[in-house]
């Protein structure tokens, strides 16, 4: 309110219109506009700071947690329960269930501060025509086999099919109704999707990173995210991969090397309770 009366001030003051009409929000906050007839007050005034300081494996970093978000990649059925299509193929999902129990601790702790969520998973068009025939050829590379869009043979659920059980999140991780679930068609979360522009609108500079397989989806998006000029976190404990060990080892040097910080929940709820 107290805003409001000072730009009428301003306005006035300045001879433009005066503000005598109600201001309506266009947009999402931080990047909103207040417009009437008269008038549209582009200066976006800044979401209140929170900040805190978060250990990480090379620094210790000030960050605002109102500028926060956290991307949880593909925590999904095919890939994290055994009746889904990395067990079908042959693959132990036991790793991949290691980030279900952090998540679960740490989420509440950042909705209560108002972090965003976002579900980045696969979620494919049912007649594929997006899907290159390199893409379908890492699901399927006989041609013969179970790959994208194809029924599993334990439930006929078709392999990450966007509205389908086999590319649902795992029933251990329930999203809120306040949380943001993005559809992707590749490894990084930014190609053919709206992550970018809904993390622009959101006023989202620092990414917190989780999900599987480290090594592949999740660093892909980490790495795009990074190319696009955001502030990359990976929390090491709330993210895992079926790839043999060195893989992991080697995906937390570069994070750290080229691409941002690695940190873990613990770290990170430890922060927040001294806010």
Not at 85 to 108: C, E, T, Y
Not at 193 to 222: H, R, W, Y
């Amino acid at each position: 309110m107290y805003w409001h009366l000072l730009q009428q001030e301003n306005a006035v003051s300045q001879g433009f219109p005066a503000m005598n009409q109600p201001l309506r929000t266009l947009g999402v906050k931080p990047n909103a506009w207040q417009v009437s007839e008269n008038v549209a007050d582009i200066s976006r005034p800044p979401l209140p700071p929170q900040l805190l300081t978060l250990t990480t494996d090379t620094k210790t970093l000030k960050l605002d947690l109102a500028k926060a978000a956290i991307i949880i990649v593909d925590m999904q059925n095919d890939f994290c329960h055994p009746d889904g299509w990395l067990s079908h193929i042959g693959v132990d999902v036991n790793p991949a269930r290691d980030p279900i129990s952090p998540l679960q601790k740490l989420l509440p702790g950042l909705r209560d501060r108002g972090v965003a969520v976002l579900w980045l998973n696969w979620g494919n068009r049912a007649d594929l025509l997006n899907i290159s025939a390199g893409l379908r050829h890492v699901y399927n590379p006989t041609g013969d086999g179970v790959g994208l869009g194809d029924p599993l043979p334990k439930n006929n659920a078709p392999v990450l099919e966007c509205g389908s059980w086999a590319a649902a999140i795992v029933d251990e991780l329930v999203p809120e109704e306040n949380d943001i679930r993005v559809d992707k068609y590749r490894m990084s979360g930014f190609w053919d999707t709206p992550l970018d522009s809904i993390l622009k609108n959101l006023g989202k500079t620092t990414l917190f990173f989780a999900g599987v397989n480290i090594d592949q989806c999740v660093m892909a998006t980490l790495q795009d995210a990074n190319f696009l000029g955001y502030d990359c976190i990976l929390l090491k404990d709330c993210a895992a991969t079926t790839s043999p060990d060195y893989c992991y080892k080697a995906t937390i040097y570069n994070v750290n090397q080229c691409f941002g910080f690695a940190s873990d929940s613990e770290q990170l709820l430890s922060a927040i309770a001294s806010l």
